[in-house]
Structure formats: structure tokens, C-alpha cells
């Protein structure tokens, strides 16, 4: 081995261990201090040192800037393997944490209750949580790797909560309850651990040589779901994307059970993602053929496909917002089919006070860039593979951190779910009655609990338990998600709102 080669090697293996007494000092500098100027700027507004801010909306723009540039050098830094990135990215998220610690807090001043009542308070804590567990990931290992998937997970979160919007509205009866801060609080700080040890988890699984083409069957599986069903099915029927409209902030429904709303469509944008939907479809074909019969010339027109989706996506995206902020004659971009039966001398009196904003449809967008992300994270660990997998560490490595995120995250979903039975006996009675929730809260403690259980006790390591932690996190953001919009049950609260006005 030469000079220059053990210099590598060296420098690598002392990279994969965890310092043993030089992180505290990082973690007070990047995380405490940020939280901390976070905490005495929403005080200095309460006591009324300094004006109260109107709105927490721009903090929270900017925490998504900086989210946005973290996630980027610490992208750039897998392929350049520069120090200055590093610091950047750790930089760039300590202060999006700040900023989105502060908004979370002026939050509260606004709303006068502790913000976690809706999917746009959780959405903000979510991101925080993720955040914070990623510098403390980073500090505790010496390893930078973990913001380069975790803070791409943050931004969709804040997109997330800037899309459903940030409409005060007063708590139910069931949620006024001191047992929902603590009982919400410990959920999102368990899902942020969650995240962690899903990007370990991940990271591991291309270490240990899975193949990236594996992982992309069933990720862009997702995209090629999201625009065959999105919008009702429309944009594959009619090549359509529709957009609830809103009236004063609130949805606008068609008929007395609420299971319909009054739409319109966004020109161009449906089209645009039926053309996606082929390429994600074609993609997933070519990976899939590639994977039974190892012809290079496939693999390649997989990742090719790839990269065309990536582009079809962020123009459909683009278009979408850019058509949002000229919509002017809503009326005229009423569904045709909901149209016929919208009586004249309705339109005439509510027709200028329609929205078309992107509040109407929030998960709905909030799945376009999900999909977008997806679709990105191929692309980018397509391109350049073997340099990405030098500047991952360890096996080793990568599975004590995802252990060491579980260990954390598990005791945190535990409390999660005895506070929520306990919360639930003051609120209805009983302490379990399987609503959706409740079942796939349990569901996701249990894929954590075998994380723990089939390691402990029988020893599993490695690939078993990575899946384990990559399928936990699939549940927990189900749970999270996918329950409150598509299982109706007693904790929907995340769905928009509606306003009872007829249309006849």
C-alpha cells in the first residue's frame, strides 16, 4: 500500500468512529444556541419588549430557504467531499432550525394555544424535530452524511404545512385537553428520531450494494400512483388537474355529506403530468426488465427516463404555482361537470369571492413534490454512484446510527402511545376503540418494537434491520398522513377546512 493510499485509509477510518468528547461543544454552537435565540425572541415578543409579529409566515419562508440550502451542500458535499460544504450545510441548518423554532413559537403567541392542533402546526414541528435529530446525528457520530437525505425530508414538511396554510381556527372541544401538548409533542419528536434512522437505514442499503435500480422500482412506483389517482383520477382521464376552490379560506362543498367540493382546473398542468406519468411508468418497465435481465443498455434508459420524469415534474410544479398567481377569472375555470348544476344567481352573487390557491388541494401538491423528491433521489444517487458510496461510511457505521436513532425514537413513540390512550379516555371514554389512528400508531410502534426485539434477541443486524427501519418509517408517515386523509375516522383532523354554504 502506498503513502497516499494509507493516508486515505486512515483518514476514512478515523472519519466512520464516533469522537468520544469533541461533539458537545458542536451540538451547544449548532443546535442549543439557535434554539435558544429562537426561545428568547418569541419571550421578548410575549412580554412585549419588542412588536409582535403579524404573521409567522415569513420565518417560516426563510427557515425553508435554509433548509433548501442545507439540503443542497450537504448534497454537493457527497460528491465533492469538501469541509466548507460541510460546515455550510450544518450552518444552513442551524439557522433554518432557529428560524423555524421561532416561527413555531410566534405561532402560538398568534393562535393563543400551544401550536399543535392541525397538519400545519405539526407540519412545523415535524420539520424542527427532523432538524434537531439530524445535527444531533452529526454530532454524535462525526458522520455529515445524515442531513443530505434528513433535511430534503424537512423541506417537504414546511412545504407541507405553507401549503395546507396557517388559517387560526378555534380547537375543537376534544382538543382542549393538556394531555395534547405532550401527548403531540412526543409524536412529532418520535417521528423526527424516525427520519433519522430512516436515512441511516437507507444509506445503509446502498452501502451493503443493493442495487439503486431495486430501491427505484418501488420508489417511482409512488410517482407513477400519485398522478394515476391524484385529482380523482382526472389527469389520466381528461388530462386535467383540479384544484379546490376556496371561499374566505374555506372549501366550498357540493353536496350535503362534504364528499365532494367545487373545483377548478389549472391550465396546461394536467397535461404536463399525464406526459410525467408516462415517463415514471416507463421508467419503472426499463428498471424492472433490467433487474430479470441485466442488459446494461436498460439500466441506462431507466436512469435517462429518470432524469426526463425529474425534469416533467419540476415544469409541472412550476406551472402549477405559476398559473395559481395569475388565476383571475376563477369562475370560468370551474369544473364543466360541477358547472351545469351551480344555479346562475350563485355565481353571480359568490363568483368574485372564489380562491384558487393551492390551500384547496394541499396534499394533493404536497404529493407532487413528494413524488419530485423521490424521483430526485434516484437521479442524484444514479449519477456517480461509486464516488457516493466512497464518501458513505462504514456498514458498521451506518447500522449503529440507525440503531441509536431507534433507541431513541422508540421510548418517544411508547409515551406517544400511552398518552394518547389516556387522552383518549378523558376525551371519549375509553382508552382504545381502533380508530385508524390509533391502529396504525400502533402499527408503526410495533415495526420499531421488532427493530428492538429482533436485535436484541436474536441478534439481527444489517440488511433485515435496515428494511425494518426503511418499512417503519413508511408507517410512520402514513400515520402521520395517509390515515387522516383516506381513513376518515375520530382523528381527521388534518383534512381542510369546509364551510357549509349551499350552492342551490
Request: net charge neutral.
Amino acid at each position: 500500500m502506498g503513502v497516499g493510499a494509507e493516508h486515505s485509509s486512515n483518514r476514512a477510518e478515523a472519519a466512520s468512529r464516533i469522537p468520544a468528547s469533541g461533539w458537545p461543544r458542536g451540538l451547544l454552537l449548532y443546535l442549543l444556541v439557535p434554539v435558544g435565540a429562537a426561545g428568547a425572541f418569541v419571550l421578548l415578543q410575549w412580554r412585549g419588549v419588542i412588536a409582535s409579529l403579524e404573521s409567522e409566515t415569513p420565518l417560516v419562508v426563510l427557515a425553508l430557504i435554509h433548509y433548501l440550502g442545507a439540503a443542497v451542500f450537504h448534497l454537493t458535499a457527497l460528491y465533492q467531499r469538501d469541509a466548507l460544504l460541510e460546515r455550510l450545510g450544518l450552518w444552513a441548518t442551524a439557522l433554518g432550525l432557529g428560524l423555524n423554532a421561532a416561527a413555531w413559537g410566534t405561532r402560538g403567541l398568534i393562535v393563543g394555544y400551544y401550536p399543535l392542533s392541525n397538519l400545519y402546526d405539526t407540519a412545523l414541528f415535524f420539520a424542527l424535530a427532523t432538524a434537531a435529530a439530524s445535527l444531533i446525528a452529526t454530532f454524535s457520530s462525526g458522520q455529515h452524511l445524515v442531513g443530505a437525505l434528513a433535511m430534503p425530508v424537512a423541506v417537504l414538511l414546511v412545504v407541507l404545512g405553507l401549503l395546507y396554510g396557517n388559517e387560526a381556527q378555534d380547537l375543537p372541544p376534544v382538543l382542549v385537553s393538556y394531555w395534547r401538548p405532550i401527548h403531540v409533542t412526543l409524536a412529532m419528536a418520535g417521528y423526527g428520531a424516525c427520519t433519522v434512522s430512516f436515512v441511516t437505514a437507507l444509506l445503509y442499503l446502498l452501502k451493503d450494494r443493493v442495487r439503486l435500480e431495486v430501491i427505484a422500482v418501488f420508489a417511482l412506483v409512488i410517482p407513477t400512483l400519485t398522478y394515476a389517482f391524484i385529482s380523482g383520477g382526472s389527469v389520466l382521464s381528461q388530462g386535467v388537474f383540479f384544484v379546490k376552490l376556496l371561499m374566505e379560506g374555506e372549501r366550498i362543498p357540493m353536496d350535503p355529506e362534504g364528499r365532494e367540493f367545487l373545483r377548478a382546473s389549472v391550465p396546461h398542468v394536467g397535461a404536463i403530468l399525464r406526459v410525467a406519468f408516462i415517463a415514471s411508468a416507463f421508467a419503472v418497465i426499463a428498471f424492472a426488465i433490467y433487474l430479470i435481465t441485466a442488459h446494461p443498455v436498460l439500466r441506462a434508459v431507466g436512469h435517462w427516463a429518470a432524469r426526463c420524469l425529474l425534469v416533467l415534474q419540476g415544469a409541472g410544479i412550476f406551472v402549477l404555482f405559476l398559473q395559481l398567481q395569475r388565476a383571475r377569472e376563477v369562475v370560468a375555470l370551474i369544473d364543466p361537470a360541477q358547472r351545469g348544476v351551480i344555479p346562475e344567481p350563485w355565481l353571480q352573487q359568490f363568483g368574485s369571492r372564489l380562491e384558487l390557491r393551492a390551500q384547496g388541494s394541499a396534499l394533493e401538491i404536497a404529493a407532487l413534490f413528494a413524488a419530485f423528491a423521490l424521483t430526485g433521489f434516484i437521479v442524484v444517487f444514479g449519477w456517480k454512484m461509486e464516488r457516493l458510496l466512497d464518501a458513505i461510511p462504514s456498514l458498521g457505521v451506518l447500522d449503529q446510527l440507525t440503531y441509536r436513532a431507534v433507541t431513541l425514537a422508540f421510548p418517544l413513540l411508547t409515551l406517544m402511545v400511552i398518552t394518547g390512550a389516556v387522552w383518549a379516555n378523558e376525551s371519549w371514554g375509553r382508552y382504545w376503540g381502533w380508530d385508524p389512528k390509533e391502529t396504525w400508531a400502533l402499527i408503526t410502534w410495533l415495526f420499531y418494537a421488532t427493530f428492538l426485539h429482533t436485535r436484541i434477541t436474536h441478534g439481527w443486524k444489517g440488511r433485515r434491520s435496515a428494511l425494518l427501519a426503511v418499512l417503519g418509517f413508511v408507517a410512520v408517515m402514513f400515520t402521520y398522513l395517509g390515515v387522516s386523509f383516506l381513513l376518515p375516522g375520530l382523528h381527521s383532523y388534518a383534512g381542510g377546512p369546509g364551510v357549509s354554504l349551499p350552492v342551490a
